[in-house]
């Protein structure tokens, strides 16, 4: 399906259908006026990089409409729980490739423990054990979400984002990029 957009009062048979090469313009288009004209020069955050990003890739168009960074904090913590079990679901390859990609997240153990982690993070990293590997850190968090009360389920996305303020969008990359979002019914 195409989406066309009328502007203004242009007569209809100013409107032409677009090429390919002119809907990448487009999008490149798009992408600069946001960086410009939003942003002027001050810092861009990751996650409005990370979605910027995407603009114009092959089948992106739903991943960019359900981008952690546009949703809710609460509907942002539901979808990390859905692609926590879809991470589980995965063969042992592509695991090892979502977590060689989100290697700068390595030592986060560190990051809990040292006095300005997040304290919720810190009560379950002390309940449980984990080890200092990428795979342990999504399980703890998927832990800290199942074990916490309902108040703070609201919260969850904002809990994470304490300690780890890029995560979330990471992960959702990376399971776009290994086409587990299409099971959730993001991507058709």
Not at 23 to 42: W, Y
Not at 63 to 89: G, K, P, V
Request: charged share 30%.
């Amino acid at each position: 399906m195409r989406v066309s957009i009328k502007f203004s009062s242009l007569p209809k048979s100013m409107l032409k259908n677009t090429e390919p090469e002119g809907e990448k313009l487009d999008f490149q288009q798009f992408v600069r006026i946001v960086k410009r004209d939003l942003f002027k020069g001050v810092f861009i955050p990751h996650d409005m990089t990370l979605w910027l990003s995407l603009i114009g890739e092959k089948d992106i168009e739903e991943l960019m409409a359900h981008h952690a960074l546009l949703m809710d904090i609460q509907r942002c913590s539901e979808s990390f729980t859905l692609w926590y079990d879809l991470f589980l679901d995965l063969a042992r390859s592509k695991k090892d490739e979502i977590c060689r990609n989100l290697n700068k997240y390595k030592g986060w153990q560190n990051k809990i423990n040292c006095g300005e982690g997040n304290g919720f993070l810190v009560e379950t990293l002390l309940e449980g054990s984990y080890d200092d590997t990428i795979e342990d850190l999504l399980r703890l968090l998927r832990n800290s979400r199942q074990h916490s009360s309902r108040y703070r389920h609201a919260l969850y996305a904002s809990i994470v984002g304490q300690n780890f303020p890029n995560l979330i969008s990471d992960f959702q990359k990376e399971l776009y990029k290994a086409g587990c979002l299409k099971e959730l019914g993001v991507l058709k």
